[in-house]
């Protein structure tokens, strides 16, 4: 009677605390050192949200699933149940090693996803309570994007012309790629040319000849520019995704007046 006296009691802290993490609410004091006990503040962590595929009961398909995921750990992430969906906390170093597609661990957890009828949505990094409405909405966002074959998805896998399509109201800055930081540290001459050749190029058709012609400059000029933003940003804008999803990143940045 007490362990379960002491398990409700468990349950609804966690609850309590998830609520008000994702609703955006000033956590209170005891809220907030449960949240710090779990890294919030001191480290950065991710929101993780898993969601039936079916109508059958999620809590136990999804303790399996991260129970033998993350059995050699050593850590066991925090989570509540709220109404049908299952919503937990991740550190950065653990949800690194989850998703490193060469282990073992990764492939279990996808075989076992699938096999359990879950799809799960991983937010972006969180560093403080302020944040959890945010990357709560961006874990809901990614495991809407779950398919058969892919059922744990990140939000930095979901591409940012999708996200900007189908789900604008998220904090769209929270979700600019690490080389914006590269590109914003290029002299103010340098981003106009590298932006001025990406819309010419994406205006001639992907054709780097009539892209010189639009500039006025000799079309090794175009491919020398083409291949230091492919090399700046890791994507390869003579590829039509990679040049649309550097092109929104940049109308972002743009936007926002970052």
Avoid: C
Wanted: avoid cysteine; aromatic fraction near 6%; charged fraction near 25%.
């Amino acid at each position: 009677q007490r362990t379960r006296e002491l398990g409700n009691v468990t349950n609804e802290r966690d609850i309590n605390f998830y609520e008000e993490l994702i609703s955006g609410d000033q956590l209170d004091s005891d809220v907030l050192t449960f949240a710090r006990a779990s890294g919030l503040e001191t480290s950065a962590l991710h929101i993780l949200v898993a969601e039936a595929m079916t109508n059958e009961p999620l809590a136990d398909r999804l303790d399996l699933v991260l129970a033998q995921a993350l059995d050699e750990s050593g850590i066991a992430p925090l989570f509540a149940a709220l109404d049908k969906t299952n919503v937990g906390l991740l550190p950065a170093d653990l949800l690194e090693r989850l998703l490193d597609t060469e282990s073992q661990r990764y492939r279990v957890m996808q075989k076992l996803a699938k096999q359990h009828k879950l799809r799960i949505g991983i937010s972006g990094p969180i560093y403080r309570a302020g944040h959890g409405p945010a990357a709560y909405g961006e874990a809901v966002f990614a495991a809407s994007r779950a398919t058969q074959d892919r059922r744990i998805v990140t939000i930095d896998q979901v591409p940012l012309v999708e996200i900007a399509m189908l789900q604008p109201d998220l904090d769209l800055q929270r979700l600019l790629p690490d080389w914006i930081a590269d590109w914003q540290a290029l002299s103010a001459t340098s981003r106009r040319d590298l932006s001025d050749t990406l819309e010419a190029f994406a205006n001639a058709d992907m054709q780097a000849r009539a892209a010189a012609e639009q500039l006025d400059v000799h079309p090794n000029t175009v491919t020398f520019r083409l291949g230091k933003i492919r090399d700046l940003t890791q994507l390869d804008p003579r590829h039509y995704h990679d040049l649309t999803q550097i092109r929104a990143a940049l109308r972002i940045v743009v936007d926002s007046g970052i």
